[in-house]
């Protein structure tokens, strides 16, 4: 098996560099790839250590970069990226919005919202959190239920789930915390040209957890006319069979590669576990099989 989805403590993951090793190691898993957000500090961490040490399998240096697309967000993976390229290629995107000042953009429009509807929250300056690793919406959201008065006002599945928050009422446009901060983003095409320069792979990212887009294979057929994508990622944690199998057997009627991976963030999502995701993820070895005429490992 292999995880090709993974992010550390160099993003909004919980375990570090070592710990994912080990963990792998463990479950004896084939190949990993580090994905974190915005970032590829994870290998500069790598590059000093000795792997074998802790991990005998492989390892394909990646990335998750989110772009915008129709004014929205969608999350592209890239593979086998040149990570000191990347680093000047990222600098260069943020220059004028850095990830800290997206993330405080958005803390304080959850905010507008929840002064609106009479929350009960700490004042903003005073909250505890790490702009460069964690997300608006998840200092928000824990801010929200810290205090217990404030589930009678909202609707219940929100107070339940953080996952139901972010899928079912900030993500779609006229719900209760609609938050979209897409323009700050680079565009889908500024991001896949990144990534191929950087002499990457680009994979759209679970596909299927985007709520907003109505037919996910209509909007995967516009992307693929449009944009240079080279794959789907066809296996992920909170796919349905069903949707695996729709997704693999549409990337090879498209002549596209398939990714597959957990996205496992340690203890910010205990309900994902690496390698098997909710417990019965197997994503082969053989999808990564097609990649090996232009990624440097056999």
């Known amino acids: 098996m292999i995880d090709l989805h993974i992010h550390s403590t160099y993003s909004d993951g919980t375990a570090n560099v070592i710990e994912i090793l080990?963990?792998?190691q463990t479950l004896k898993l084939d190949t990993i790839s580090i994905t974190d957000?915005?970032?590829?500090?994870?290998?500069?961490?790598?590059?000093?250590?000795n792997v074998k040490e802790f991990y005998s399998g492989k390892i394909i240096e990646g990335i998750e970069l989110k772009s915008r697309y129709k004014n929205?967000?969608?999350?592209?993976?890239?593979?086998?990226?040149?990570?000191?390229?990347?680093?000047t290629y990222l600098q260069e995107c943020y220059k004028e919005t850095s990830r800290e000042k997206i993330q405080e953009k958005q803390l304080e429009e959850f905010y507008r919202y929840g002064n609106e509807y009479g929350l009960i929250l700490k004042p903003i300056e005073n909250l505890e959190w790490d702009k460069k690793k964690d997300w608006g919406s998840r200092v928000f959201y824990r801010e929200l239920k810290s205090h217990e008065e404030n589930r009678l006002k909202v609707p219940e599945d929100l107070w339940e789930s953080f996952k139901t928050f972010k899928r079912d009422y900030y993500h779609i446009e006229g719900k209760m915390f609609y938050n979209n901060v897409s323009n700050y983003y680079p565009k889908l095409d500024k991001i896949l040209e990144i990534i191929?320069?950087?002499?990457?792979?680009?994979f759209v990212a679970?596909?299927?957890?985007?709520?907003?887009?109505?037919?996910?294979?209509?909007?995967?057929?516009?992307?693929?006319?449009?944009?240079?994508?080279?794959?789907?990622?066809?296996?992920?944690?909170n796919f349905t069979e069903n949707q695996i199998n729709e997704l693999i057997n549409y990337c090879h009627k498209n002549?596209?590669?398939?990714?597959?991976?957990?996205?496992?963030?340690?203890?910010?999502?205990?309900?994902?576990?690496?390698?098997?995701?909710?417990?019965?993820?197997?994503?082969?070895?053989?999808?990564?099989?097609?990649?090996?005429?232009?990624?440097n490992f056999v």
Request: overall charge negative; some cysteine; glycine content about 8%.
């Open 22 to 24: 080990k963990q792998a």
């Open 37 to 49: 957000h915005e970032t590829c500090d994870a290998y500069e961490e790598l590059s000093k250590i």
């Open 72 to 87: 929205k967000i969608i999350d592209i993976l890239g593979y086998n990226i040149d990570c000191n390229k990347m680093k």
């Open 196 to 202: 191929h320069n950087a002499g990457g792979l680009a």
């Open 206 to 237: 679970h596909i299927h957890e985007y709520s907003w887009m109505e037919d996910k294979i209509e909007e995967l057929n516009e992307i693929i006319n449009n944009f240079n994508i080279d794959g789907i990622e066809c296996y992920y944690s």
């Open 255 to 295: 002549n596209l590669l398939s990714s597959g991976g957990s996205d496992y963030h340690g203890d910010n999502k205990p309900e994902i576990s690496l390698g098997i995701g909710r417990g019965n993820l197997q994503v082969p070895r053989n999808i990564i099989d097609n990649w090996t005429k232009q990624l």
